[in-house]
Every structure is written in structure tokens, then in C-alpha cells.
């Protein structure tokens, strides 16, 4: 099922396997009639890859679809740098609609934290993105994402989760 590139949307892409996971669990959490209003891309294998192709083929599509927000799922790593290395592959003109989230290792690391199955956490995660709560986006894994996940619940919110 494909986007309305007419609406506004938002498209994931994902570093791996596990991190598509996630996502398509989270997916499965938004409004039955918004969930055309976002899609999971093909796994990319490997956060660089992630850049690479958001570069090589998402830049251009963002500029021409102006509805179009974009999530990097990537994994950090335990790397610092990643999100400033990141941010610095996204053309200023698009910095306001692209968002880089992740897991402070890998996503594998949350499962080992006890957080649940992949479903569980990306329940959760919807049901914070929903409900602006951030009981599982505290957790030390995924705390590091505080200042995009602000930017990104103002923008994708109305659009996967509108007020009733």
C-alpha cells in the first residue's frame, strides 16, 4: 500500500532489519485510516547506506513532493557524532521535515533491556508519539533522541495521530 503523495506522509528508513521491525510495528499501532499516511521503506544495511541513499535518491523526491517527511532510522552506535555527522548530509531546505532517530546501540539492546518483543516497543513508541508521553523514549537507550523526537511529534502527530 502506497502513500497519498497529495496528504502529508511520512516515510521511514530503515538501517536494518531489526529497526524495520520496529517500525512496521509501530505502524501497526497508527489509526487504521492514517495508515497510508506512512510507509517503511526497504532496509538500507548500514546507517552510512541509510545517508547515501537519502542523498542519492530521497533528497530529490523530498523537493519534489512537498508533503513528504522522512525518518533516518539508524543505529547511533554508542557514537556521539552520529547524529551531528547526520544532520550534516540533510540540505538545509529540508532540515524542517527529515528526522533521525535510533537506538543508542542497536534495537537487539532493547529487547535485552527487557523492554519486550519488537511489537511491545513499537506499541509503546506509537502510544508515546500518540499520547506525547515519553515513558519508553526515557529509557537510556533511546533518551539520546529527545530533541528530534520533540521536532518530530509536532510534525508527524497531526498527521498519523489527529485529534479526535
Known amino acids: 500500500m502506497s502513500v497519498n503523495e497529495n496528504q502529508p506522509h511520512v516515510w521511514v528508513l530503515p538501517e536494518d532489519d531489526a529497526n524495520r521491525q520496529l517500525a512496521n510495528e509501530f ?10 499516511q506512512m510507509q517503511v521503506l526497504r532496509v538500507a544495511r548500514g546507517w552510512n547506506k ?3 541513499l537519502f542523498q542519492s535518491v530521497h533528497v530529490a523526491e523530498m523537493k519534489r513532493c512537498a508533503y513528504r517527511l522522512m525518518v533516518l532510522l539508524i543505529d547511533f552506535d554508542g ?6 555527522e547526520a544532520k550534516a548530509t540533510i540540505p538545509v531546505d529540508l532540515a524542517d521535515r527529515v528526522f533521525i532517530l ?3 546501540s542497536e534495537p537487539e539492546a532493547l529487547r535485552q533491556a527487557k523492554l519486550g518483543s519488537y511489537a511491545d ?3 509503546a513508541m506509537a502510544r508515546g ?3 506525547g508521553t515519553d515513558r519508553i523514549w526515557a529509557h537510556e537507550l533511546l533518551k539520546h533522541n529527545a530533541s528530534e523526537l520533540g521536532r518530530l511529534r509536532e510534525h508527524v502527530r497531526p498527521i498519523l495521530f489527529p485529534p479526535n
Open 102 to 104: 535510533g537506538v543508542w
Open 27 to 36: 505502524h501497526q499501532w497508527v489509526p487504521w485510516d492514517r495508515q497510508r
Open 121 to 123: 516497543i513499537g506499541k
Open 50 to 52: 541509510v545517508l547515501r
Open 129 to 131: 508519539c500518540r499520547e
Open 79 to 84: 557514537s556521539e557524532e552520529r547524529l551531528v
